[in-house]
């Protein structure tokens, strides 16, 4: 199975700030990833998909990058409605997996 | 608008058997492919199992296999997630998916979830 690393777990961060969140896969997953945000007691969102399109509606602050095995979601401004915990998910095989989360929390 | 809205969560006890239902609404049912997708209280996601739009293949995380069943019916806009052989680790909500791409294929990028259904394995 691969593995989905994030990093960081967890991250302080104030109104305004320019946010990275790294993902990393233990092969290569060529660009078949996605980045989805959720909320306490709601669904996840989808965000991004095949590592750099951004979803219809997401707002374009959002942003995503990479290849191979390392990926990365950033927020430009951070913004008081995207305090959230972010995943990212592979689906170049199967089984599908997801990273652990990271939570951005209010610094 | 897309909807999807699962039911036939509850407690069951370990070894027991349940099914969860997810009605799917405002879209072609037959064109995408539909997964399930599980999150254990206070955990991160993860994938259980994806069916085509045919219905004609199926996938299963290894942690299932053999003991849950994912089908779906085209003239009830319906997918299910049979679960036999149920343990206190499949405890966690869990949520119906739509597939975003509409091929039919299980591309993997899920668009469209539902709100959840609370299934809880306990003696």
């Known amino acids: 199975d691969i593995q989905m690393t994030q990093s960081p777990s967890t991250l302080s961060v104030s109104v305004g700030d320019r946010v990275t969140i790294t993902c990393r896969a233990s092969q290569s997953i060529s660009r078949w990833l996605a980045w989805y945000q959720q909320k306490p007691g709601k669904a996840p969102k989808l965000l991004i998909y095949?590592?750099?399109t951004l979803e219809r509606g997401v707002p374009s602050r959002f942003s995503g990058s990479g290849s191979g095995t390392e990926f990365t979601l950033t927020i430009s401004s951070q913004q008081p409605d995207d305090f959230a915990t972010y995943y990212c998910?592979?689906?170049?095989?199967?089984?599908?997996?997801f990273g652990q989360g990271t939570k951005v929390e209010i610094k | 608008e897309v909807q999807l809205l699962e039911s036939g969560g509850g407690l069951v006890q370990p070894g027991g058997s349940l099914r969860l239902s997810c009605v799917a609404s405002?879209?072609?049912?037959?064109?995408?492919?539909m997964s399930w997708v599980r999150q254990a209280p206070g955990k991160g996601l993860e994938w259980v199992s994806a069916i085509s739009g045919s219905g004609g293949s199926t996938h299963y995380a290894d942690s299932v296999k053999g003991r849950f069943t994912i089908s779906r019916d085209r003239f009830k806009n319906t997918v299910y997630l049979q679960m036999n052989s149920l343990r206190a680790e499949d405890t966690a909500v869990y949520y119906c998916?739509?597939?975003?791409?509409?091929?039919?294929?299980?591309?993997?990028?899920?668009?469209?979830w539902g709100q959840g259904s609370l299934v809880t394995v306990s003696a």
């Open positions: 095949k590592a750099s």
């Open positions: 998910q592979q689906y170049n095989s199967y089984p599908w997996t």
């Open positions: 998916a739509r597939d975003h791409d509409s091929s039919g294929y299980p591309g993997g990028s899920l668009d469209y």
């Open positions: 405002g879209f072609t049912f037959s064109t995408y492919a």
